[in-house]
């Protein structure tokens, strides 16, 4: 009653670097075919053929979360090839530097529509084929900041609090119809993002880490732990539901 199936299709959205590369890799490496979705597919395609000669079943297609249109194909791609998903990691993050009162609104929409709207969308494609099979995972990658605001990312912020609102929600609607969604929250991690930050305004990020309050050490988590931690929570047994998760770099010994 409580086994998985034995083949269950994973999506990562957000698959070309950081988080979503190592979740990839630790999902195939766990059993389970996956599917690859990004912008730049052509680094998800590189993976996808790593996987796949590691002896892993392994699809890269293009997904841009900020179109309602890409998700749809993608959806419609990964179900053709690979059957019906059971699996949904929404990944796919954009994180933009900037006070609050110099963001102009229309940046501040676009890490919205990425980062809370994408998450939507992905609900969308995928969430009533698990309600109709009576089973599926869909997690969702928030962040820190959800639970603790932080200055100097003011979109980020919002949005990923507001998707954490939005699961909330969610699991009220999907209880009692076998499909869990879970949240997983990683501290800082070495990753793409962020790269493209003012180096200044970047390390007065970094030193006022523990002053905020957001993690109790400002180190920076390994990617491939965030990606262990997800893996675990969509490998519960059912009946099991594992969330939120909140993944924080322990002090040095
Ligand atoms: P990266 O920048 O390395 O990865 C971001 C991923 O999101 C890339 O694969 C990128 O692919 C994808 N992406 C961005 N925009 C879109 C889009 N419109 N459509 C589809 N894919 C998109 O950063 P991380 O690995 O760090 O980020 C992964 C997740 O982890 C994000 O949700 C982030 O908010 C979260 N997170 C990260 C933390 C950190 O410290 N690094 C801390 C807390 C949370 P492409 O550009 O090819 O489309």
Redesign the pocket.
Known sequence: KYAQPDRRPAVI??????????TAKALAAAGFPVAL?????D??EELAAAIRAEGGEAVAHP?????TD?VADFAAKVTAGLGDVEVVI??????GPGRIIEVETERFGREV???LL?PHRLVRAFVPAMVERRRGDILF?????AVRARPFMSA?TAS?AGLEGLVSALQMELEGTGVRASVV???????????DWDPEEAAFVLNQWVKWGHARHPH??K?RA?ADAIATVVSAPRGVHISPVDVNPEAPV
């Open positions: 959205a957000g698959a070309s670097s950081g988080i979503g590369a190592e979705g990004a912008r730049r597919v680094r998800c997904l841009d979360v900020s179109s890409s929404s990944n796919a993050g954009l994180l529509d990425v980062n994408g990658v928030s962040s820190d900041v980020y990923k929250r990683p501290g800082p991690t070495w990753s793409e993002m962020g790269m920076f988590l990617a965030i």
